[in-house]
């Protein structure tokens, strides 16, 4: 029995919560999967898991022995890592995260820019808005935009992003441009998922979160949608500043309300942090931070 390809595939069960999850995010077969965990538990003469139709569970014997394995494996990927070279010069491959108009925006050109610069670096670049876990989704580095819980990441600041309603000239000649957050009650808006409730938006007043409800007239599912509707006059949209900076640059879409936008959103660098960084992640993080505060800096009007 390969004693270390067992543990990696039982800790990828408990990870996935399932044994055919482990074998999609492994690329091994289910059956494979299932015979090296029950012989790792046949070797130790004991149970790892409490199997059922609907859910895995660990054992108690299994709760001790996932932490040993999770370590045992971090010292053999250090190792390998320390005898290949990454703590000695940037080779090897990157996985990274990003949101996805921010990714294709900004990280993007970055990251086709610092290939170019280090022939010895291969990058897997993932571009989502759903919030990765680094060590459970083997993530390097993540762009993440808006506020941190407390966490044990390291996080890089490169700059900010704000909130901003904005909509097409037409649609303000026809309607007039709202004074106060209030006027919006009488707008036609357009909303979309993932930003803020599609019901309210939220504004600064007073220093104060104030809360106004809003008419969906239109309701979509990205930014982007959000943004070719608003340029069409059908309402008023609420996007992230950097995301309409070449429609106002070009004079389609006009920022409204800017007195009560709320706080900007920071944007991070997050890493694990733990240990030695590898050269590889140290030369992506002092290459991209200064060219991401750059383009941030920029992507304004």
Known sequence: MDRLEAMSLFVATVEAGSLSAAARRSGVPLATVSRKVSDLERHLKTRLLNRSTRRLTLTDAGE????ACRRILDEVGEAERTAGGEYSAPTGELIITAPIVFGRLHVLPVVTAFLAAYPQVDIRLTLGDRISQLAEDHIDLAIRIGRLPDSRMVTVKVGS?????CASPAYLADRGAPKTPRDLETHSCITFEGLSSLATWTFAVDKADFPVPVHSRLRVNTAEAAIDAAI????MTRVLSYQIVTAVRSGTLCPVL????PEPWPVNLVHAGQ??????????LDFAAPRLRERLARATW
Do not use: M, S
């Not at 001790?64 to 932490?67: F, G, K, N, S």
């Not at 992003?161 to 309603?165: M, Q």
């Not at 800017?258 to 936008?261: H, I, L």
């Not at 240990?275 to 992506?284: D, E, M, Q, S």
């Open 232 to 235: 069409a006059g059908v309402g």
């Open 258 to 261: 800017r007195e009560f936008e």
């Open 275 to 284: 240990g030695r960084l590898p050269v590889k992640l140290r030369a992506f």
């Open 161 to 165: 992003i704000g909130h901003v309603v």
């Open 64 to 67: 001790a022995y996932l932490a």
